[in-house]
């Protein structure tokens, strides 16, 4: 018996552990995803007072910018889904309890497993193509599949996410456990 406790405290302890290793991730995350932003409007401040008030412009300075939002938005998307911190209409499943409310995330993660892999197979299919094509970027002279590659991992990603949270939703289902907090 005493085994028994001691084995599943165990296995508590590394649940817990893995919990914090994800949102102290996901914390950093957020940290660096912030600072990409904020040297986005640097580079745009930069660029915008050189062209109206020097007149001149650094070259390939909006590409840049939008490149990098590109990146920035489908890195914030996985980990909005993540944490269940997207725009999502939630009246159903505020009020929702018990078996009831894990079948409404059930459903939602299974739609968001197939949306998000079936956008991953066309990325990829589009990444393909343009990467055949060698085709770059006006200004910056970027091959054109760096930027189209944000979508191909941010799907990805996205599916990946889904599946975690699937399979954790299932489970949570099959075993009717309580519900944490309102995000859950």
């Not at 995350?29 to 008030?53: D, E, K, P, Q, W």
């Not at 399979?167 to 099959?174: C, E, F, I, Q, T």
């Amino acid at each position: 018996m005493q085994s028994a406790v001691g084995e599943r405290q165990g296995r508590m302890t590394h649940k817990w552990e893995a919990l914090q290793l994800a949102r102290s991730s996901g914390r950093l995350l957020h940290t660096v995803l912030g600072i990409v932003l904020l040297f986005v409007v640097g580079v745009n401040v930069v660029n915008a007072s050189g062209r109206y008030l020097f007149g001149f412009s650094m070259t390939g300075t909006d590409e840049l910018m939008v490149y990098t939002l590109i990146w920035v938005v489908m890195a914030g998307a996985i980990l909005s889904l993540a944490e269940r911190d997207h725009i999502s209409i939630n009246l159903v499943p505020s009020y929702a309890k018990g078996r009831f409310k894990h079948l409404l995330h059930v459903v939602h993660d299974a739609a968001a497993v197939l949306a998000c892999a079936y956008a991953t197979y066309a990325s990829d299919l589009f990444v393909g193509k343009i990467s055949r094509l060698g085709t770059k970027s006006m200004g910056l002279g970027v091959p054109m599949s760096v930027p189209h590659a944000a979508l191909l991992v941010g799907f990805a990603g996205l599916t990946l996410v889904g599946a975690i949270m699937l399979v954790r939703d299932v489970s949570a289902l099959l075993r009717n456990d309580p519900h944490e907090g309102p995000a859950a």
